[in-house]
Structure formats: structure tokens, C-alpha cells
């Protein structure tokens, strides 16, 4: 008879606590939001490398009173394209395009073509998109940089950069 008390109380805790877990699981609250932001590049006629870089923060009207209880970030979709170019017409450039020191995507780009066809970039590797996610959790924000070198300058132009995030928070 003891055992079985015992036994019963074991249980009674036992499932005491996973219907806590399971109660604060049906908090967890899913934001979906999108982040953009420009990086501006000027290149003067003898200039023949560019870096310049922005900050993506998660922390906006959708997101800021959840950034201390976040419990996943899934990036669904990362894109850069140029925009508002003026310059020499042939200007090219053998560019980096990274987040906190994990390269995205390596290419050269023909800025004016890419500005008239309005190329829109899409980095689609999981294990790139995952630890840009895993710093944006960590850090609620991420660099992303563009360098590289340049070729026919002068230009002037804009990078946009587009992050559509997936957020589960739990208010609990």
C-alpha cells in the first residue's frame, strides 16, 4: 500500500510537470517579420577596392517586447539587390558579401546591369542562413558587409538587403 502511495505520488509529479511544460509551450508566440536596410557605397575614380557595411537588428515594432524571451530565429529568406546607381556605366566589382565573419556568397557583379535588370541576390544556403540566425538570436543583431575590388570606377550606389525572419518567443 505504501508503494503504491508512493508510486501515485511519483506520477502525480511526473505528470504535474510535463503538463507545465506543456502549458508553457502553448504560449510560445510566432512572429514573422522582414528587416531591411541599405549599405551606401561610394567609389572615387582612383579607388580600387570598397568595404562598407550595415547592421540587420531584429529588435523593431513586431519584435522588441519578446527580444529577451526568443526561443528560435529561422531565417526564411536573405536577398540583396542594387539600387540608385550613377556612375561609370562599365563598373564592376569582385565583391565578399558576408555576415559576421561567415561568407555569404562571392561574385562579381556588374552594378549598373544588375541595377537596370533589377537581379535580385538570394542566399540560400541552410548552414550559412542557420548561423546567421544562431548570431541574430545571441545578439538580436548581425553585421553584413560588402568589400571588395572595383574596377572602372567612379560609382555610387546602394546595396539593399532583405531579411524575411521567423520568430517563436514565449512571453511565459
Known amino acids: 500500500m505504501k508503494n503504491t502511495i508512493k508510486l501515485l505520488a511519483v506520477l502525480l509529479i511526473a505528470f504535474t510537470f510535463n503538463s507545465c511544460d506543456d502549458v508553457t509551450d502553448l504560449a510560445d508566440i510566432t512572429i514573422s517579420t522582414s528587416v531591411t536596410e541599405e549599405i551606401a557605397i561610394q567609389i572615387t575614380e582612383d579607388q580600387d577596392q570598397v568595404s562598407n557595411e550595415i547592421t540587420l537588428s531584429i529588435d523593431n515594432t513586431d519584435t522588441h517586447d519578446y527580444l529577451d524571451r ?8 536573405l536577398t540583396y539587390k542594387f539600387i540608385n546607381f550613377t556612375g561609370n ?40 542562413l542557420n548561423a546567421m540566425a ?7 543583431q548581425v553585421s553584413f558587409k ?27
Open 70 to 77: 526568443i526561443q528560435s530565429i529561422t531565417i526564411k529568406k
Open 89 to 128: 556605366e562599365t563598373c564592376s566589382i569582385d565583391a565578399i558579401i558576408s555576415t559576421d565573419n561567415t561568407v555569404l556568397d562571392t561574385k562579381t557583379f556588374q552594378i549598373k546591369q544588375d541595377v537596370e535588370n533589377e537581379t535580385i541576390y538570394e542566399i540560400s544556403d541552410v548552414e550559412k
Open 134 to 140: 544562431t548570431a541574430l538570436k545571441n545578439n538580436q
Open 146 to 172: 560588402m568589400e571588395g575590388t572595383v574596377t572602372n570606377s567612379p560609382a555610387d550606389f546602394k546595396v539593399e538587403v532583405t531579411a524575411e525572419i521567423t520568430i517563436v518567443a514565449n512571453p511565459l
